[in-house]
């Protein structure tokens, strides 16, 4: 058994009367419809999904005259489930009225060219099986283009081709249909992985802790490296400042006398900008003749 989102999921207007439920002994099966939006912009969100089906309905009810939004069950990419007239109720989709009352009508949400998800595929043969509990002779699955008087490409090509290989038939076999013991298996390689899991991001951790320490360690040994360069550079200033001044320069000190210290202020610590080689003139580009080495 399918769980159905409420009408209230999608804001559903209420029917406007209707053609009531379907007689169970006349019902030959479900139809696949789609949407026909001609557009390639997915619909996959939960809002998303239910703002296009109160736009349908809307569309549905005010524009073609119909009861409600014409589909018995719509069924989205994520495999959300959503009730629109109930798989009771008789359908407005199919063509006219016989195939109406021959068959449901179960909408899916793909736009053109879309492939329907493993989830759509799987919540589709729940509800095909739901559908098969309350009609057991109504076992056909068509697409819309098989049963429609006049044609029409609905479903589409990518769910048409879902429906001839049975992919919306409840018991097809794909990854989702495990037995009990496959799912006790998988659910032991998931515990197992998980558990590996934790203990690789638990070690992973600790080592990127302890190279955040070293990191900072190292930062501050640093530091103090260039706090010790600053206090050298200072205390050579200071006893140049009282040098003779017959080693200074026209009679200009080389280099300011250290203010005396303001106790208030933190010391400057920046390093004076010393050049290493001051009577080396700069390296002239040789001029160029012409000459090129040979190889
Ligand atoms: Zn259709």
Redesign the pocket.
Known sequence: MVEYLPRSAWNARPPNGGPGNLTVSRVEGAVI??P?TGSTSVIHSKAAVASALRGWQDYHMDTRGWSDIAYQVAVDQAGRAWTLRGLRTQSG?NGDTDVNERYGAVLLILVTGEQPSAAMKATTRGVIADFRRIYPRGTAIRP?SAVRPEP?D??GDPARAAIARGEFTPGHSEDDDMTPAQMQELKNFIEARTQAYALWTHRQLRKDLSAVVKAYALDIKNYERQTDAADAARAAAAVWATAPRSLQVDGTPAVDEPAAPDPNADPDLSLPDLDPFPDTPAEEAPASNGDQPTA
């Open positions: 419809h789609w026909g989709a819309h029409t609905c479903p």
